[in-house]
């Protein structure tokens, strides 16, 4: 890895911390901006569209109206068109196009003036220096923008949090400016100002930039563990916050960081996770650095034909093409990779490429670089003194850079070449040469380590010192106790707690039981043990009263369902067999056969379904609606075998009578029947079945069913007398009574006379 590679991208990274926690007034914006640096063509191309196809209008102006079909997707406010400009500023200087660049910039400057908007003018001013530094790199020029610019930030202090950013900012460019021009006292003040800014109302973004930039600086110092607390430090506070964003930049600097400390297999860790992010991006800048880091790691391992691959694939990636130096690097050492494998065919096409591209440049370094290049390429072909000329050459531009790398690689190379040319004198002193330089660089690499275990030292020594703080401790200790005495006291009187919670939740399980046991008794018949009167009076009327809901929400166009598809059919039957029962065989024997039959029907009751028992051989059974033809001689069938069923059934009457209703019994009028109405007219049918069975004893069937027409209205039933109002209706035609053997008219006239009875009376 080259060092000025690594400038770079550290160029790229930083710049793209300039405007990283801002957030903007439009979501598109925001949009645009977290793509500045990972794909710059695309946000230019968003803030572009959002510049020419929305009307720019101001706050105050008549067009400013936000409509129910989202006119705001139509305008741009002064604000949000200066934003615009300024991320699409950015986005051309990533593009390499300075010129339009600064003319973007300049626009937001104008925009913000004519409409002053003081906050938006500071930001762009902010903005146009930075690119003046990136574009320039002249500290003279910038300083006095730099602290006229951060004077009229303190003034505005109507907005404490974009205050604090644009202060954040700016002690940050100062923290570049000056780590360029070498002065790391200025550099760490201007850092430290930038922290203070930040902890006077903290953002967790701006802190993740922080240690961003902070990890960063170090690492260009060669400041390892430095570099490398801050960016652990930003790691893992990118990881909790889930900015996949930072969390990329960070693992491409920790891969830098592990690369230069030669621990290859936790920069090839951490280059992977960032490449797993830009691999979204193939055309990103910071993709094409992840993969030459990765390329160049692989190298390091031996592992060259894993670096070719990684090699030629930065060099495929398009935005690289435009940096010339970049390309001659990418042949230089695509060609050192051919070389390893013993390629030499292809290490000679890719120098020659780079000779060539290099033949117009004043690169010294890249020159040096492709001298020792021919010289190895020489030696494969046994032309020592070739060999030797290129290494001598090389060797003289490394001594002019002070670069000790290349100054190793010269001298190795030529010690090979006197090798082969069997002057090994020559040889031997240009390989101790080699050592020598190779054992200085091995101090300096291992020079961090020492400052480690001075720090270590450090430490040590400052903890002797506490041996004389034993009265201090002896207090601390003394405090200690106290608290442990009181953690005691409060773990005893928890545990207390818990013994009464406990004891008063046995206590509500025991109320409960007796409330469901007495619940049962409440609610079921006391010798049959099925649901009795009680139960149907208060689950009933609940019942019907959401029937009658969902019929009004249907009536209304609230739900897609059929008319009264929730319709019920209400079947009343006796049972002689269990009121003549204790008359027959005694009260035990019918305690013990009406319990039983109780248990039995209990059994063939299926939800929805219920089953109530009224009194002695009286029942009630609710059944959802059924699709048959006859529906009473459904029921009637049904009960019929349930009773056959019984097994105590053999010596009994196995005679009963059925009465049969549906609700909602008026179709049209669905409220008007509740459910004691309901009842009584159940109560009719079953009288009605009686009457007709004494008339008619031997016929097998004793049913009456009852239904009112589709049109009858609910003012026929107004009265509150249930049972006058229901033979009134039976007279006008507007209920139908259905009996088995066709004697519906005989139940007609049973009414009448019953009705002409009561008149008389």
Not at 91 to 99: D, I, M, N, R, V
Not at 438 to 464: C, G, M, P, T
Not at 535 to 543: A, E, G, I, V
Not at 569 to 578: A, G, I, K, T, Y
Request: hydrophobic share 40%; charged share 20%; aromatic share 10%.
């Amino acid at each position: 890895m080259k060092k000025t590679f690594w400038l770079c991208i550290a160029f790229i990274l930083m710049f793209s911390s300039a405007i990283q926690a801002k957030v903007y007034l439009s979501p598109i914006l925001n949009e645009a901006h977290k793509l500045l640096t990972i794909n710059p063509e695309q946000s230019l191309s968003i803030t572009q569209q959002f510049m020419s196809k929305r009307k720019l209008v101001s706050t105050k102006s008549q067009d400013y109206t936000i409509s129910r079909e989202g006119s705001e997707n139509t305008i741009r406010t002064p604000s949000s068109s200066v934003e615009a400009l300024q991320i699409m500023a950015c986005s051309y200087f990533e593009l390499h196009a300075p010129q339009d660049a600064f003319s973007a910039i300049q626009q937001a400057e104008i925009l913000a003036q004519q409409y002053n908007i003081i906050q938006p003018l500071l930001s762009s001013k902010f903005i146009h220096i930075e690119l003046l530094w990136r574009a320039h790199k002249d500290p003279h020029q910038i300083t006095p923008l730099i602290d006229d610019l951060a004077e009229q930030v303190e003034k505005e202090a109507t907005n404490k949090s974009w205050q604090q950013e644009t202060l954040y900012q700016i002690y940050m460019l100062r923290a570049e400016i000056h780590a360029s021009t070498g002065d790391k006292v200025r550099t760490k003040a201007a850092f430290q100002q930038a922290l203070q800014s930040l902890n006077s109302e903290p953002s967790t973004s701006l802190t993740i930039d922080y240690h961003l930039r902070l990890g960063q600086y170090y690492l260009n110092q060669d400041e390892y563990d430095d570099s490398l607390t801050e960016l652990l430090t930003t790691y893992w506070l990118a990881i909790k916050e889930s900015d996949s964003i930072e969390l990329a930049r960070t693992n491409l600097l920790l891969s830098e960081l592990f690369y230069s400390r030669h621990v290859f297999d936790k920069a090839i860790e951490h280059a992977t996770e960032a490449a797993d992010f830009y691999d979204n991006y193939p055309t990103s800048s910071a993709l094409a650095a992840t993969v030459k880091l990765m390329a160049d790691t692989y190298y390091n391992q031996g592992k060259y034909n894993l670096a070719l691959v990684n090699y030629l694939n930065v060099l495929d990636n398009e935005p690289n093409r435009s940096d010339k130096f970049y390309i001659i690097q990418l042949h230089i050492n695509i060609a050192n990779t051919y070389l390893k494998l013993f390629d030499f065919t292809h290490a000679q096409i890719y120098l020659d490429q780079a000779e060539k591209l290099a033949a117009n440049t004043k690169h010294q370094r890249l020159k040096s670089e492709i001298l020792l290049l021919k010289a190895a390429l020489s030696l494969s072909k046994h032309n020592a003194e070739q060999a030797l000329s290129s290494s001598e050459a090389a060797l003289s531009i490394a001594i002019n850079l002070q670069n000790k790398l290349l100054q190793m690689q010269a001298y190795q190379l030529q010690s090979a070449a006197y090798e082969q040319k069997k002057q090994y004198q020559q040889a031997l002193h240009a390989k101790e040469q080699y050592l020598h330089i190779w054992q200085n660089q091995q101090e300096q690499f291992n020079a961090v380590n020492e400052d480690v275990f001075r720090q270590q030292k450090d430490i040590i020594e400052k903890s002797l010192h506490y041996n004389g703080l034993e009265e201090k401790l002896l207090i601390l200790n003394e405090a200690y106790n106290k608290y442990q005495r009181a953690t005691i006291i409060t773990l005893f009187i928890a545990f207390i707690l818990l013994l009464i919670a406990l004891y008063r939740g046995h206590l509500n399980q025991k109320i409960r039981e007796e409330l469901e046991t007495q619940t049962i008794d409440l609610y079921t018949h006391p010798r049959s043990g099925l649901q009795n009167l009680k139960l149907l009076n208060t689950k009933l009327p609940k019942s019907l009263e959401k029937s009658n809901v969902l019929f009004e929400q249907w009536r209304l166009g609230e739900l897609i369902n059929e008319p009264l598809s929730d319709r019920l059919n209400f079947v009343m039957f006796d049972l002689p067999f269990l009121r003549n029962i204790y008359l027959k065989q005694g009260y035990q024997v019918g305690l013990h056969i009406e319990k039983q039959f109780g248990d039995y029907m209990r059994t063939l009751i299926t939800k929805p379904a219920r089953l109530y028992h009224f009194s002695d051989g009286l029942f009630l059974y609710i059944a959802p609606q059924v699709n048959e033809e006859n529906v009473a001689e459904y029921f009637f069938n049904k009960i019929q075998t349930w009773i056959d069923g019984f097994e105590h059934c053999a010596n009994m009457d196995k005679h009963f009578k059925m009465g049969l209703a549906e609700y909602p019994f008026l179709p049209r009028a669905y409220t008007a029947i509740n459910d004691k109405d309901l009842i009584d007219i159940l109560f009719m049918a079953i009288y009605l079945a009686r009457k007709i069975h004494d008339r008619y004893p031997n016929e097998e069937q004793c049913w009456v069913s009852l239904s009112a027409i589709e049109n009858a209205p609910a003012a026929s039933f107004a009265s509150n007398k249930i049972r006058q109002t229901f033979e009134q209706a039976v007279e006008q035609g507007l209920v139908k009574i259905h009996t088995s053997g066709q004697h519906d008219e005989l139940a007609k006239a049973i009414l009448r006379n019953d009705n002409g009875v009561k008149e008389k009376q």
